[in-house]
Structure formats: C-alpha cells, structure tokens
T-cell receptor, first 113, second 113 residues
C-alpha cells in the first residue's frame, strides 16, 4: 500500500530563518506531488506541483520554493521566512493522469514568530 | 479564475440525523469531483468521488449527488456520528487539463450529541 510522510509535524521558526519541509511517498513510482498551504479555518491553496524529478510548477509567486531531488521526495524551502508564511503545510500525491484523486500527508504546522 | 465554492461555512446536526453538505462549482468543463474530510490538525482524507457521467454515487453512509445543470454537488451523510465532526471540502478536477484540483473553502460539520 502507499503511504505519505511529512516532517516535521510541527515547527516554530523566527522571522528571517530558513525553512525545509520534507515529504516522501512510499509504495508507488513516478507520482505527481503537490504542496498546499492552509491558513487557519480556510481552504487549501496550491503552492507547487511536480509531475517528475526536477519538474516543478509554481502556482503562487511568494517566498517559497520547491524541489524534487528524487522520484518520491518533495521538499518545500524558504531562504527567509516571513510572518505570513505561518500555516499548515500539506503534501499530497496522485497517480497522475490516469487517476485524479490526491492523497494527503499528515501535514506540518509552521509558526513563524 | 474559476473556483469551487460552498453554500454554508458551518453546519450543526443532531447525532443520528442525516446531514447534507452543498457545493457549487463554476467550471462547467470539470469532469471529476471529490469530497474530502479533514479532522482538526490532520490532512484531508478522501471520502468519495464522482465523475461527470454519473449523477449519484453511494459509499458507506455517504452519498454524493451531482447536478450538472446547475453545477451543484452535495454530500449526504446518513445517521451521523460524533466522528463525522470535521471540515468537509469539495474539489473539482478537469481531466487532461492542468492536473490540479480546485478546492472549495470547506464546511465545518458539528455533530450534536
């Protein structure tokens, strides 16, 4: 079966510090991968998605970047965090064009102080 | 851009009653729809999906109805239980499009014991 992992589960970082959130998927090959951000009490905002190694599409220009160094690894980064980067970050995967359902990881709660 | 929206942000239902969560979508070309359940502090969990060539699909205690004429989607939960309390999101997808889901803002369902 397929599983998706995210870490850390929670993170408190000062403004201006760097960020690295990691997501890995097990049990499937060449998945589509997605990063979402969710503000408190709000819906999901798609940040980045990737259909293959090294292929990243950005949805919203902002203080974040994403990379996919391996087939089942997706990393969300920032060089300098802003207060507005606080939120709940979710990674998701899907099989790709043949299957549209996205499956979500447990999320990372980021608080920028 | 077009997005999925929800009629009601909150809904309270007595335990044991049926609940109906509604969703309006604006992209008439969307051909795949998903309902997700998100419990507090967790990632969204897939509940049920429906393709545009169907108008009804049933799962365990859940039914999704699709009315393409008025671009309306609903999730019915039968005999609600305390564990059904969560935020429910609908999402739409355009096959062979940009491989992205568009999420609504969510409805918070509270089950009253």
């Amino acid at each position: 079966s397929q599983t998706i992992h995210q870490w850390p589960a929670t993170l408190v970082q000062p403004v201006g510090s760097p960020l690295s959130l990691e997501c890995t998927v097990e049990g499937t090959s060449n998945p589509n991968l997605y990063w979402y951000r969710q503000a408190a009490g709000r819906g999901l905002q798609l940040l980045f998605y990737s259909v293959g190694i090294g292929q990243i599409s950005s949805e919203v220009p902002q203080n974040l970047s994403a990379s996919r160094p391996q087939d089942r690894q997706f990393i969300l980064s920032s060089k300098k965090l802003l207060l507005s980067d606080s939120g709940f970050y979710l990674c998701a995967w899907s099989y790709g064009r043949d299957s549209d359902t996205q499956y979500f990881g447990p999320g990372t709660r980021l608080t920028v102080l | 851009g077009e997005s999925v929206g929800l009629h009601l942000p909150t809904l309270s239902v007595q335990e044991g009653d049926n609940s109906i969560i509604n969703c309006a979508y604006s992209n008439s070309a969307s051909d795949y729809f998903i309902w997700y359940k998100q419990e507090s502090g967790k990632g969204p969990q897939f509940i049920i999906d429906i393709r545009s060539n169907m108008d009804k699909r049933q799962g365990q205690r859940v039914t999704v109805l699709l009315n393409k004429t008025v671009k309306h989607l609903s999730l019915q939960i039968a005999a609600t239980q305390p564990g059904d309390s969560a935020v429910y999101f609908c999402a739409e997808y355009l096959s062979f499009g940009n491989e992205k889901l568009t999420f609504g803002t969510g409805t918070r369902l509270t089950i009253i014991p």
